[in-house]
Nanobody
Framework: QVQLVESGGGLVEAGGSLRLSCAASGRTFSSYVMGWFRQAPGKEREFVVAISRGGGSTYYADSVKGRFTISRDNAKNTVYLQMNSLKPEDTAVYYC????????????????????WGKGTLVTVSS
């Protein structure tokens, strides 16, 4: 069993930055592909970014390329999402997810049946 706890959300002005963290329990963190997803009010959950088990491969949604950066520290069981140049349309609840059986590329291609999900952290970007 893996528990994921997101933190770092909040209110920020457009153009600002936030850094989200997702701390995972358990001793097999490096076995999981990790991803960030988001869900805006009234919209379906969407993929944001995924990172491979070792951190060597990353995949981003077109809407965040060049602005968001994912990283992971397997020694700390934590994955990060650095969000820069934030826009009002980035406003959403951001969820961390982990899956042992897929690849980061597959996650980016629409695989949403993840093994574990966090409860989410709210990011609000004001205009």
């Amino acid at each position: 069993q893996v528990q994921l706890v997101e933190s770092g959300g909040g209110l920020v002005e457009a153009g600002g930055s936030l850094r989200l963290s997702c701390a995972a329990s358990g001793r097999t963190f490096s076995s999981y592909v990790m991803g960030w997803f988001r869900q805006a009010p009234g919209k379906e959950r969407e993929f944001v970014v995924a990172i491979s088990r070792g951190g060597g491969s990353t995949y981003y949604a077109d809407s965040v390329k060049g602005r968001f950066t994912i990283s992971r520290d397997n020694a700390k069981n934590t994955v990060y999402l650095q969000m820069n140049s934030l826009k009002p349309e980035d406003t959403a609840v951001y969820y961390c997810a982990a899956d042992a059986g897929t690849s980061a590329q597959t996650m980016a291609e629409g695989f949403y049946d993840m093994d574990y999900w966090g409860k989410g952290t709210l990011v609000t970007v004001s205009s």
